[in-house]
């Protein structure tokens, strides 16, 4: 699956482009990547083998919206960013308070800094 002596990043996103540069950005932090999964379903059956340390969710997936899948990382305690342009980041905060929101396009840069807060938020809990 993945390397276990780094922290893992579940990557959920079904333009391949996008998949690719998260994935690539994540890896260049250091992380190891779980994915990039193009649906839901997918990511579910990975997060039954093996919870990741964080997440990097797009909202609608190849099969659906990533809902299911935020609900159960979320309930599980691990960190979550939404990377979409179909919600707000007011709309993520209202149903997960703990979750950060990258709106696309959405700069590599931006996407870092997000994950070192979502990672800091975690951490301080």
Known sequence: M?????PTVLVVEDEFIVA???????????F????????TAHALAAVDKALPSL????????DGEV???ADRLSGAGIPIIFHSG???????AERYPAAGACIKPCP???LVTMIDTVRSKAHAA
Do not use: K, Q
């Open 2 to 6: 993945t390397n276990c002596d780094r």
């Open 20 to 30: 690719l540069d998260v994935s690539e950005t994540v890896r260049d932090l250091g």
């Open 67 to 69: 809902y299911p899948l």
């Open 108 to 110: 590599p840069g931006n």
């Open 55 to 62: 997440a990097i969710l797009d909202v609608n997936t190849a």
């Open 32 to 39: 190891a990547v779980d994915g990039p999964y193009a649906r």
């Open 86 to 92: 179909h919600i707000s980041a007011e709309e993520i």
